[in-house]
């Protein structure tokens, strides 16, 4: 049996599956047919609708909203407000309950508080998305994105730091002392 740890105010529904050593906090709702890995931290006021996919250590800060549709890798973090959507065209009147895009955020990568994911663009993998982004496009791994309509600013590492490439296309992060190349406007770990 699984173990993880649900605040009384939490509403978990059956048909949901979650990790053993995830935590759920006050007031988040858990909807049927999700899955939340391991170790994963579900903040206050949190919605993960049917079906949506959340890997193993996953950290869901407070307010964020989760729609079918959503699948995140593991390692991802999901920042103080932040929202995904499930419908490119939504109307009160005309129900889309089976048109939902698909988004997937890949591992390790980062979203920053109050940024918007527009659905069907998915997340590449340690990309950063700035707060308060707009995301309209697909983003590349290892981007960083910012503003509205997010736009890349450069490149960042798995460690979370601001890569600069010398003319061979070679960058080593300060911090960790791991190397990227970028070739074709693609990064890749060496």
């Not at 006021?45 to 407070?62: A, H, I, R, T």
Request: glycine fraction near 10%.
């Amino acid at each position: 049996m699984n173990s993880y740890q649900a605040h009384k105010t939490a509403v978990i529904d059956e048909g949901c599956t979650i990790g053993n050593g995830t935590k759920v906090w006050h007031f988040s709702h858990i909807m049927p047919n999700c899955s939340i890995g391991e170790n994963c931290n579900i903040g206050q006021n949190v919605v993960v609708s049917p079906d949506v996919v959340l890997g193993n250590n996953v950290k869901v800060q407070n307010n964020v909203s989760i729609y079918t549709g959503v699948i995140c890798e593991d390692d991802v973090f999901l920042g103080p407000s932040m929202v995904f959507t499930n419908v490119i065209n939504p109307r009160s009147a005309v129900n889309r309950r089976g048109q939902y895009s698909k988004t997937t955020v890949k591992k390790g990568a980062s979203i920053g508080a109050n940024a918007t994911i527009v659905c069907g663009n998915d997340i590449g993998e340690f990309a950063f998305i700035g707060a308060g982004a707009v995301v309209v496009k697909e983003v590349p791994a290892y981007a960083l994105v910012v503003g509205n309509p997010s736009r890349q600013i450069g490149w960042i590492s798995e460690y979370g730091h601001r890569l600069e490439f010398d003319e061979s296309g070679l960058a080593t992060c300060q911090e960790s002392k791991e190397t990227y190349q970028l070739k074709e406007n693609r990064v890749t770990k060496l």
